[in-house]
């Protein structure tokens, strides 16, 4: 059963300081995820229009919204970067859950990511800080491949999310079936609480569940800020009752308080029953669901209401833990508590042209007023933080101070990386940083001309810094600069932005796979050096045995050397020979995973051997094991949903499987198929060119990493050609 959560009134002490202009109880920190194209960046614009924050409405395809302030967004009409913003909004003047603030504003600080796949590290390292979530769904598609991603990215940090249903003036929208969606794809134990009030043209409103009232939209005001609390029509009253005693079973199923009373045959009050929906929210037990447009200027006001009313703020949710950095077994917490010692988490890089070098920063607790230092415990050095600004996407307000529960940005420190613990140097605190997916896609860039060389080293290097799914490294064969990412629009925006930004111009190979190889069987590989060149030579000697393991199980080496065959002192050296060794298969020299090592013997000269002998002879150990163990080469494959009228349907799935690409379903709805499949990454360069040729321009389509797969003998072989020839 949930726990009744902290609220000011049971707390003995108040952890806000004095100053602060909004008390922690009034703060929401939230962000707004979902799939691409379900309305995030629309939802966004219509909160901070509603909130008074903006005075006039932008559209994505007009390139006029707040958020979507880069260039390339305007263009393309997608995120690529998560804005942060900051609004107000006051507690509805109700009976409600939060009447001790009635008309008093609440301070809500947003965080618009990103719904396309190739750019998964902004979602990752906002849901990372934030307290609570939007999640967005399309009221026609339902749930998507990257709402589950995004899902699965805030059950990973345990954030505390509301649902909601976008979109329901379109044709075909369902409210119902996304609802059932979020049950069966994403176990997710949603139930609504406002219902959409009509659909598609006839979208009117929605249906306050709990307070049993129709919310009307006015259809002289086109921006939606007329609208009125009336009786719930006589066609619906008999759905809403039936939805309240639904919801109120729902929440009785997991909640205390309301299943004593249900037992009792007693009705919860409004109140009562709005308390324990924020109980269960905050502790990831209930995923409240409101239904809307957001496009339609429908719903909008009421979701604030619902971030307010369920959304976690700082003090709900449980204490910050990291770990010592000088005892990494000890679990230090960071209390949301103004007057405590300072400690945040740096959580993302950018580049301003005006400013400069921007570290956006969670803090959990204490507060950080400009002019002090904070210290870093992975670089152990100090820094003298001179600027701190507020956030408002691509604006900036000077602050003095920030406290437990803010979200702003630092200018000017150095020596910072996404994931840093920023803190008081006397706080032995080290917070778990952010991970990160792995590049599944590269490609040979070379500057245009001699300046451009000069300044592609230090463009690259600030856009790496920014971008943890970024990598740049040079071949030593060829001595190109191989850079690396999520996806082909990843890299090109790269590109795109070291033009714009930097005024760096480049040229730019083809992409390249990012294969791996492994094993199939156990094999014994023995590798020694001896060297004799009249004087002081070299001797080293190691056998291993290797096994395959498990796919996503990883690299595992250990040393099972008896008798000390050879010396402990050279163990680490063989360790870091082997390392180096299958970071080069011998297929195609991609790098090896899912293996296990194990150092069993070898033999030692008492003059002749040190620890470069021991490593080269454990890379030649490894790689002769290698070849006797079945060595094959695995590519990335692909989970890709293509989403098609029905017309196109057997053009796209031939397509599909021409490309080596197996159909795990399809499933039709409202004349419009879903294709899911896999498909290796090798296969779909240059795919949205064909699928918009074959569909007329009607199809779309969304791909995000899945596993990686045994790339068939006739494919390696070409892909042997293909690296001979270069």
Not at 44 to 55: D, K, P
Request: charged residues 25%.
């Amino acid at each position: 059963m949930a726990t009744a959560t902290a609220t000011p009134e049971t707390k003995a002490k108040n952890p806000n300081s004095p100053k602060r202009p909004y008390p922690m109880e009034r703060t929401r920190n939230i962000g707004i995820c979902a799939h691409i194209d379900a309305g995030k960046t629309t939802l966004t614009e219509r909160i901070l229009f509603y909130t008074g924050a903006i005075h006039r409405i932008g559209e994505v395809h007009e390139g006029t919204t707040v958020t979507d302030w880069m260039e390339q967004e305007r263009e393309r009409g997608i995120t690529i970067t998560s804005a942060a913003t900051t609004c107000f909004w006051p507690a509805r003047k109700e009976e409600g859950i939060l009447k001790i603030y009635e008309g008093q504003k609440f301070r809500v600080n947003i965080i618009d990511t990103p719904g396309h796949v190739d750019f998964t590290a902004e979602v990752e390292r906002s849901l990372r800080v934030l307290d609570g979530a939007i999640a967005v769904f399309c009221g026609v598609a339902g749930v998507q491949p990257q709402s589950e991603t995004v899902w699965r990215q805030a059950n990973k940090y345990g954030v505390p999310r509301i649902a909601f249903v976008n979109k329901m003036d379109r044709v075909g929208a369902n409210f119902q079936n996304a609802i059932n969606e979020m049950r069966d794809k994403l176990g997710a134990n949603a139930w609504p609480v406002l219902i959409p009030l009509g659909a598609e043209d006839q979208l009117k409103g929605q249906i306050d569940v709990i307070n049993q009232k129709a919310v009307l939209y006015s259809d002289n005001d086109k921006i939606g800020s007329t609208y009125e609390l009336a009786e719930i029509p006589d066609d619906k009253k008999k759905f809403a009752a039936t939805a309240l005693q639904e919801l109120i079973e729902a929440v009785a199923d997991k909640d205390e308080e309301i299943a004593n009373l249900f037992l009792e045959e007693k009705t919860p009050t409004p109140l009562q029953l709005k308390q324990a929906i924020r109980r269960l929210t905050v502790t990831n037990q209930f995923v409240p669901v409101v239904g809307g447009s957001a496009f339609k200027n429908k719903g909008v006001q009421f979701l604030i209401d619902a971030v307010i009313d369920y959304l976690p703020g700082p003090l709900d949710i449980p204490p910050a833990k990291g770990i010592n950095p000088h005892n990494r077994e000890e679990t230090v917490p960071a209390p949301a508590d103004d007057s405590a010692k300072f400690c945040s988490l740096a959580f993302k890089l950018w580049t301003d042209p005006f400013v400069g070098k921007l570290v956006f920063f969670r803090v959990y607790s204490g507060q950080l007023t400009k002019g002090t230092t904070v210290y870093n415990p992975r670089t152990n050095k100090r820094d003298r933080i001179s600027r701190v600004v507020q956030i408002q996407a691509d604006k900036r307000e000077e602050l003095e101070t920030v406290y437990a529960g803010d979200i702003a940005a630092i200018v000017g420190i150095k020596d910072v990386k996404t994931g840093d613990t920023l803190c008081m140097e006397d706080f032995d605190i080290q917070l778990e940083p952010p991970s990160f997916p792995e590049p599944v896609i590269s490609m040979a860039i070379e500057p245009k001309t001699k300046a451009d060389r000069e300044k592609m080293g230090e463009s690259l290097g600030r856009l790496v810094e920014e971008d943890p799914t970024l990598t740049v490294k040079t071949n030593e064969e060829t001595g190109q600069t191989i850079i690396a990412g999520m996806g082909e629009l990843h890299l090109d925006i790269i590109m795109d932005r070291m033009r714009r930004e930097f005024n760096v111009e480049t040229n730019a190979g083809a992409p390249q796979i990012a294969y791996r190889e492994t094993i199939t069987k156990s094999s014994e590989g023995e590798g020694k050096l001896v060297k004799q060149s009249g004087g002081r030579g070299q001797y080293g000697h190691v056998v291993v045995d290797m096994r395959p393991q498990e796919r996503g199980k990883g690299i595992a080496i250990e040393n099972k050397v008896v008798g000390g065959n050879i010396p402990k002192e050279y163990i680490p050296a063989c360790k870091k020979g082997i390392e180096e060794a299958l970071l080069n298969g011998v297929v195609n020299g991609s790098p090896v995973i899912d293996v296990a090592i194990d150092i069993t013997d070898g033999s030692y000269h008492e003059v002749d051997s040190n620890e470069l002998a021991f490593k080269l002879a454990a890379i030649f150990a490894v790689q002769d094991a290698m070849k006797k163990a079945g060595p094959i080469l695995l590519e990335p494959i692909m989970k890709v949903e293509v989403s098609t009228p029905d017309e196109f349907q057997g053009d796209i799935i031939g397509d599909l499987s021409r490309r080596r690409g197996k159909i795990m379903s399809t499933e039709s709805k409202n004349k419009t198929t879903n294709v899911l499949s896999e498909v290796p990454l090798s296969e779909m360069f240059g795919y949205v060119n064909n699928i918009r040729s074959m569909s007329k321009g009607r199809a779309a389509y969304t791909m995000e990493p899945s596993h990686f797969e045994q790339v068939p003998a006739q494919i390696v072989a070409q892909i042997t050609e293909q690296k001979k020839g270069k």
